[in-house]
């Protein structure tokens, strides 16, 4: 069966772009608000593998995207490490033990906690129409490091920043752990039935060019040998938001199969500094999406006449805002599909 999303991303170009949305199954959506309010909880929501399938199902129902992402978060790879997390009201995800001031070793792996997440994949696998591609995902590990150093997330990263120059032979087995368990969980993801991956590395704007090439490339071109080596001819999308300047250096330094474009990039200036031929994502701003009417139009013809000789899959520039009204989605996928 013919899967557009796919055959992009294994990189043929496309005369429509096939496209789905980052956070594609969340807030806005009132079936997820429903089921959400049912569950009492992310976390529930999420280790339950029928509530989960559901909410990962439910935006292919209602506007039949290309490709359908697993719904879950990327936390959950410090939770099986043995962190404790937790998701309170207003106030973000918070990991306990913070590693600021625990050592590594005082934790307890507990690699059982994502099987409720392959038994999601297992479940969503089975019912997604034939012409869709399934999407894994898991955070890249300077990103995961930041949340589980200081605990919580942070605007600028400065405590994981600090840590690493401080104690940078402590911080890198804070990083290596998170590889290693991270090839785990996207091979069981592909196993289970995923059929492409992306590692979302929300903060890697925040680094010089230095630790980009430590904390970013070099720990995330491990997770590309390690899962081809598994895993060979799954396709890999970076996601390195805020990169900008140093994306090139991304593209042949981490090997993914696409790349990700933030909503900071010029997608014409990436088109011409990425190699020729390598799948792009991206880069509605999602604001535009959220504004609707002609500042949405202007950005999707934009952003689609950016490629003309590329692959390109239509998405955000990041997560769809959860005030987005749904009639927006739809003009959105009408004119991206030319109807």
Known sequence: MDKPLLRVLNGRKSDRAPVWLMRQAGRYLPEYRALRAQKGGFLALATDPVAAAEVT??????????????????????????QDLTFGAGEGPRLTPPLVDHALAALDAMPARLDPVYATVAGVA????????????????????????????????????????????????????????????????????????????????????????????????????????????????????????????????TTVDAIGLDETVDPRWADAVLPPGMPVQGNLDPLALLTGGEALDRGIDRVLAAFPERPHVFNLGHGIGQHTPVAHVERLLARVRGQ
């Open 126 to 253: 089975a019912r997604l129409p034939t012409a869709t591609t399934f999407l894994g995902f898991a955070g890249s590990p300077w990103t995961v490091a930041t949340y589980m150093v200081a605990g919580q997330g942070s605007r600028d990263q400065e405590e994981t920043r600090r840590y690493a120059y401080r104690d940078p032979v402590a911080f890198a087995a804070i990083v290596d752990s998170i590889v290693a368990m991270t090839i785990e969980y996207l091979a069981q993801q592909i196993a289970h039935g995923v059929e492409a991956v992306q590692l979302f590395d929300s903060w890697a704007g925040s680094l010089s060019p230095e630790q980009f090439e430590r904390w970013v490339i070099a720990p995330n071109r491990a997770i590309v040998d390690g899962l081809r080596a598994r895993c060979p001819g799954v396709p890999i999308i970076g996601f390195p938001k805020g990169a900008g300047g140093k994306l090139a250096a991304y593209a042949a330094g």
């Open 57 to 82: 199902i439910q935006p292919i129902d209602r506007f039949g995207f290309d490709g359908a992402i697993l719904f879950s978060d990327i936390l959950m790879v410090p939770w099986a490490l043995g």
